[in-house]
């Protein structure tokens, strides 16, 4: 009975994100991997700190934005090539991820998401002793 409820929920809940991505744009990402994280630059133009999200469900970490709107909502527009879409991109992240430490920052519509690997997937040095 349990696991039923537990499946409904889940069903819901990802019929919601489906819902949410369907008609929304998908920010170009760079991605860059050193031997201590992996960092993420997400463009997300006119996102402000109060319409960002992002989230880590299970293995996927889920950004979603909403850009505001470029021009005075009383004004009326003639020309626009800027589309007043929401943002979303989902990447699904693994156990080498140590998810308590992701931090993001945000500078001039560029999200940067770094993602530190865990201490027990970062490369060691094994030390020789000569006798």
């Known amino acids: 009975m349990a696991d039923q409820k537990e ?4 069903k819901a809940a990802e019929s919601r ?13 760079d991605i860059c991997e050193d031997k201590d ?3 993420l630059f997400a463009d997300l133009p006119g996102v402000g700190k109060d319409n960002l999200e992002l989230q880590i469900d299970k293995d996927t970490l889920q950004i979603f934005a909403r850009p505001a709107p470029a021009a005075d909502p009383n004004a ?3 020309y626009t090539e800027f589309p ?4 979303y991109r989902a990447f ?4 080498e991820i140590d998810r308590e430490k992701i931090t993001a920052s945000m500078n001039n519509g560029v999200l940067k998401l770094v993602l530190p690997k865990a201490e027990k997937v970062k490369p060691k040095k094994i030390d020789i002793a000569f006798s």
């Open 7 to 10: 499946n409904q929920v889940a």
């Open 17 to 29: 994100i489906e819902d949410r991505a369907k008609n929304s744009l998908v920010p170009p990402v």
């Open 37 to 39: 994280s992996v960092t």
């Open 76 to 78: 009326t527009a003639h």
């Open 84 to 87: 007043e879409k929401d943002y």
């Open 92 to 95: 699904t992240i693994g156990e």
